[in-house]
RNA sequence: GCGUGAGUGGCGGAAUUGGUAGACGCGCUUGGCUUAGGACCAAGUGGGGUUAACCCGUGGAGGUUCGAGUCCUCUCUCACGCACCA
């Protein structure tokens, strides 16, 4: 009977051994030697690691030791993303301060996190509320202000209710609830903190081309950000006033038939149209049934388009002269574009419903072209939304309707231009704990930064942070006379705090130089490490903190702050840990694995192992925990355990050549991040090796393979072999392919396409050699029959297909 | 509606990229064993079948091919993202 698999004990033992050893710090850059930057999204510090975090960082992990082990410099740095509402909430809850509740929190998950056994440069951590960390956040912040880049925007801005503050476009779910708490979002006039991501949307959308990264990733991003290519064209209004309108489908501009203006439009409130306007009231009056309606129900497309013309005021079609009617609708949005559209029912789905309901005329001026096949049977179906020929529109007859578009502004004075969905970041926050915004402003009221020196501007503690809707910091004597001390009588501070999505805009390039004081992170540093080579994270960060910290690389290159203009070359997104019920683990369900006992009972690389077993790594598929399947990925380790029991004096060829196999598999498999199949693969080997007995040095090379995977383990039965060092310092094995090829296997044999039987042969059996083979065994003999086969396909080593009649 | 991805045993998933479908693990069945455990060992386990032959089988229907889970066409279902974006 073997030694005990005593998890616990050489776990423990062999953390502090590794902590002691610092053998997973960073060294001194050599760059002789391959660099790989692996990042893992920092959590946030709840107070308890999840199952999820095992599964984000410690199958990370596997990859991080294996590339160690090939001689590659690996960072794979942690660290907390500690400022944000939770904190809050918990502090008020227990009447404590945020900070208290925060720092308790890291404390205990660190420890957590150390007994995962993962390889962490925890020489490189950080934390977003450390002030050596938000002194450049809001150091950044200031040199955006000074660019143009940060300003103080007014107009709508989205209120949550529940966490009573201000969120961005991003932080609002599809629903029109919060992303954080699941409130229902409001609208609401105000004065914001914003950030111009605007500007970069077209490198933002360009750039994504270069990455590698999952294309449904890419195509959210680009279908957030939403360019499209179009016109804005101007129409007179018979006020004499213009209205521009933003349109993608200039070649159908003879098709306009009307004019609609959405119902926030400047233009409504100005006394020229207001004193032309015959129903006014009527007009009015659509108009604030418009704006007090919710989003949600304006955007319900289940709705019947609704709308009022402007009696007494026309405009006229640029390109046909014609005066047409204005109307205006709410299904045309203030936000995008110009808040203003020319309608052409005949190839529009919403102008031509408008337009039935309104009795607008419809006028075509599009044929489509038709292929032979689609017939004439919809030539007259309207409306027709694609290209084809203009009809109906002067000089421009005949013309494809691609190249009419930009023929058509040219004749009318307009605009080849492009719109978003993107709007600009607003980033001011109406919370407490969060980085102060580092403005204050003056006796006129006018935004200054806060120089460098004052920096970091200190979060105070003098507040009262309950939520009132109001700032807290606004309640601070401190922040009220430190301002006035160092900026002068009548100065006053900013009282807004950064979204937290802010903070994690850059933590990457802190990592590789956590401890400057000088800089946010240094050249030499970021030439380094950086780009990050490959991100692990989880897919709610798709259209959020993967938008945004790409948009702030890109800002800061162009102050020349960083060195590259993409931070993550490669993306990987993992999917979610259900609970045994196949639910999403929650307390009310009570169906949450607690991780800490599944450690306590099965051990860390047992766990570790279950969740890199589960499925391969970066599908998005959602796995149920199963205690019997990790119950088997303990008995394998307890297998493990024992193998050196099976060691021989010498061992045959198949086993030799099986390991060969293996070594390769990993080799694939590991940089393709299927570690599922990496260990089904050390399975079967341990499976026959059981059977067959394996060499003392397949032994020790079998450990090196296990090592990444169960790190403790191998460690420990390595030690037992007086080696020397750890484990995890060696070189990871290497295969022989002449050993790797197979010298024998068992092909299919096939009559007809069908299979009836198997041979077994070498790679360099010939044709004939196999059809003697066949022909001696006797099922297969009478199944050809007496005739000549019609032909005959061998692929070597890999099928024989006999064709009779 | 638009976009992206995916459909393989009772379950998680494999399949040398067009070549014996179901590796590995879970679960289950039978037998053994006893440190009575979420244990271990052995054999079996896609469905049908007279248990032999053979037939059927990768959401469905066609097609290409000596050969299709894999390629092509159509179609259904599910997940995620966006959604009156002009």
């Known amino acids: 009977m073997h030694k005990k698999f005593d998890s616990k004990t050489i776990e423990r033992k062999w953390q502090e051994a590794w902590s002691a050893s610092g053998i997973y710090n960073t060294k001194e850059r050599d760059n002789n030697q391959e660099k790989e930057y692996v990042l893992v999204e920092w959590p946030y510090p709840s107070g308890n690691l999840h199952i999820g975090h095992w599964h984000a960082f410690s199958v990370p992990d596997i990859y991080v030791r294996f590339n160690r082990m090939l001689g590659k410099q690996v960072i794979f740095p942690m660290g907390f993303d500690a400022f944000g509402l939770p904190a809050e909430n918990a502090a008020i809850k227990r009447n404590i301060n945020p900070r208290e509740w925060t720092e308790s929190n890291i404390e205990h998950m660190k420890g957590q ?8 440069s925890w020489d490189l951590t950080t934390s977003s509320t450390d002030p050596e960390y938000y002194k450049w956040t809001q150091w950044m912040f200031t040199q955006f202000f000074e660019q143009g880049i940060a300003y103080r925007g007014k107009g709508l801005v989205n209120w949550c209710p529940g966490c009573n503050t201000v969120i961005a476009n991003e932080q609002v779910l599809s629903d029109d609830t919060c992303e954080r708490c699941g409130n229902e ?59 521009t309108v933003f349109t993608t489908r200039p070649d159908t501009l003879y098709g306009a038939t009307y004019v609609v203006l959405a119902p926030e439009h400047p233009l409504l409130q100005t006394d020229e149209v207001r004193g032309k306007t015959s129903n006014l009231r009527e007009v009015d009056e659509y108009i604030e049934n418009a704006t007090k309606k919710t989003e949600r129900d304006r955007l319900d497309d289940t709705r019947e388009k609704t709308g009022v013309k402007l009696e007494g005021i026309t405009a006229k079609n640029p390109a ?49 072209t038709f292929s032979s096949t689609d017939a004439a049977k ?66 006129d009221g006018k935004a200054h930064p806060v120089p460098k020196e004052h920096l970091p501007w200190i979060l105070p503690e003098d507040v009262d942070f309950k939520p009132t809707g109001e700032a807290p910091l606004a309640k601070s004597e401190e922040l009220k006379k430190r301002t006035e001390e160092i900026f002068g009588v009548g100065w006053t501070p900013e009282v807004e705090t950064l979204d937290t999505f802010v903070d994690s805009s850059w933590y ?20 380094s490490w950086m780009p990050i080579d490959i991100y692990f994270g989880g897919a709610e960060h798709t259209t959020m903190h993967l938008l945004y910290s790409r948009f702030w690389q890109k800002a800061l290159y162009d102050l020349g702050l960083v060195t590259v203009d993409e931070p993550y070359k490669k993306r990987i997104n993992r999917g979610l840990i259900l609970g ?66 099976h060691v021989v004096e010498s061992e ?109 042969v070498t790679p360099s059996t010939t044709e004939e050699e196999v059809m003697k083979m066949v022909y001696s065994v006797e099922v297969l003999r009478d199944k050809i029959g007496s005739k000549k086969p019609k032909k005959v396909i061998y692929k070597p080593g890999k099928i024989l297909n006999i064709i009779v009649d």
């Not at 029912?345 to 075509?364: L, M, N, Y």
Request: glycine content about 8%.
């Open 378 to 443: 919809s030539l007259d179906k309207l409306p027709y939304c694609g290209d084809g020929v203009i009809a109906h529109s002067g000089e421009f007859d005949g013309m494809d309707s691609q190249e009419a578009k930009r023929k058509i502004v040219e004749k009318v004075g307009g605009r080849m231009t492009s719109t978003y969905r993107l709007r600009d970041w607003s980033v001011g926050r109406q919370r407490y704990w969060g980085v102060p915004i580092p403005i204050v402003y003056d006796p």
């Open 652 to 760: 045959t060829q198949e086993v030799t050549e099986e390991l060969h196999r293996l070594i390769k598999k990993i080799h694939t498999d590991i940089p393709e991040y299927k570690f599922n199949t990496a260990i089904s693969s050390m399975m079967s080997f341990v499976n026959i090796v059981e059977k067959e007995g394996l060499s003392q040095s397949s032994y020790e090379t079998f450990l090196k393979l296990l090592a990444p995977f169960a790190p403790h383990l191998a460690e420990e039965l390595w030690s037992t072999l007086n080696k020397g060092d750890s484990i995890h310092v060696e070189k990871f094995p290497t295969y022989d392919e002449s050993l790797v090829v197979l010298k024998k296997m068992t092909i299919g044999v096939q009559i007809n396409g069908k299979h009836r039987g198997e041979v077994t």
């Open 580 to 645: 045994p019920d196949g639910n999403k683990m929650s307390k009310s369900k009570g169906n949450v694995i607690d991780p800490d006992e599944q450690v306590e009972r099965v051990g860390a690389d047992t766990v570790k192992m279950y969740l890199a077993f589960m499925g391969p790594y970066g599908e998005m598929t959602n796995y149920p925990w199963d205690m019997g399947g990790i119950a088997g990925i303990r008995r394998f380790l307890e297998r493990v355990n024992g193998l050196y029991e």
């Open 320 to 368: 046909s002269g014609e005066n047409i009617p204005v109307y205006i609708a709410d299904y045309v949005l203030a936000s995008y574009g110009t808040g203003a559209i020319m309608a052409v029912p005949a190839h529009d789905e919403r102008d031509s419903e408008f337009a039935k309901k309104f009795s607008i005329p419809v006028k075509q001026v599009i044929k489509p």
């Open 113 to 120: 996190l150390v007994s995962m056994g993962n390889a962490f």
């Open 185 to 243: 979002v409001e609208k609401k006039e105000m004065p914001q903190w914003m950030l111009r991501i605007t500007d970069y949307a077209d490198r933002l959308i360009d750039d994504l081309k270069g990455l590698d990264w999952p294309e449904h990733i890419k195509e959210a991003q680009r279908r957030w950000i939403g360019r499209s290519q179009g016109a804005e064209i101007d129409f007179e209004l018979s006020t004499g006033d213009k209205v």
């Open 508 to 527: 990457f390039l802190r990592y590789i130089d956590n401890k400057n004081n000088d800089e946010l992170s240094c050249k030499e540093a970021q030439e």
